[in-house]
């Protein structure tokens, strides 16, 4: 199974529906889908069953960047946390 994937816009808000697996090869797809949006944007991940560490990176940003990530499976949640961290310890890294 790929990715499927539902918007439902109105003029507050943007809800993208992930349906499947998000990998990296799927990516460039779901990116241009964020760009169309114009308002603030909501990503429901209630059916995605698989995920690799590229979209975890990219789940990550795009909560960086003030998008809402809603029913996101404890697996997910928890790795998109890790990342958090690992980027803040590379920064602190980078700027000793």
């Known amino acids: ?19 499947g697996q998000i990998e990296c090869d799927v990516l460039g797809t779901l990116k241009e889908e964020l760009q169309d949006s114009n308002s603030a944007t909501i990503l429901d991940l209630e059916e995605v069953t698989l995920v690799d560490v590229d979209a975890i990176r990219f789940l990550r940003d795009c909560e960086i960047e003030g998008m809402s990530i809603r029913n996101c499976s404890q697996y997910i949640r928890n790795w998109i946390q890790l990342e958090r961290g690992r980027v803040t310890r590379d920064d602190d890294l980078l700027s000793q």
């Open 1 to 19: 199974m790929t990715l499927k994937i539902e918007k439902k816009a109105d003029s507050q808000q943007t809800e993208i529906r992930l349906i």
